[in-house]
């Protein structure tokens, strides 16, 4: 059996992802996520808050329910359901700081919930960063 043979036959033989059950647990959960963030905004408005001020108490408290749901692991048992449907921008963020802390906990404040809290969300801070102050100087040097 040569190489191409193989790969036809492990193709054949792979097991394959329900397709459309998993988008639409991304769609629904994610949504899901969206709506909870839009009731939030339209409850500070009411407030008389206005849409750019309600912007950090919706985000703050989206992080805090992230953050609470990974420390009871059920962030993760969601994300295991609906995949890409948890990493909705601020909660996926939340969860990919507060869960490499969690496991490294029992090394040690420092060297463990210090030191690895940023494993997976570091890179994602560092170009983020980065490209900022690129365009940023960029748009400086063009006006």
Not at 65 to 73: A, C, D, I, V
Not at 85 to 109: D, Q
Not at 112 to 119: L, N
Request: with cysteine.
């Amino acid at each position: 059996m040569d190489q191409k043979q193989y790969q036809q036959k492990f193709k054949k033989l792979q097991p394959q992802p329900p397709m459309i059950k998993n988008i639409t647990w991304a769609f629904v959960v994610g949504g899901l996520i969206c709506v909870l963030g839009q009731f939030l905004t339209n409850y500070f408005t009411r407030l008389e808050l206005s849409t750019k001020e309600a912007a950090g108490p919706v985000s703050t408290i989206l992080i805090f329910l992230s953050s609470f749901f990974t420390g009871l692991g059920l962030y993760d048992e969601l994300g295991k359901r609906a995949g890409a449907g948890s990493i909705v921008p601020i909660t996926g963020f939340a969860n990919s700081i507060v869960s490499p802390a969690m496991e490294f906990k029992r090394e040690g404040y420092v060297f463990g919930v210090g030191a690895k809290m940023f494993t997976i969300a570091g890179p994602v801070l560092v170009y983020g960063i980065a490209t900022a102050v690129l365009i940023g100087f960029i748009y400086w040097l063009s006006h």
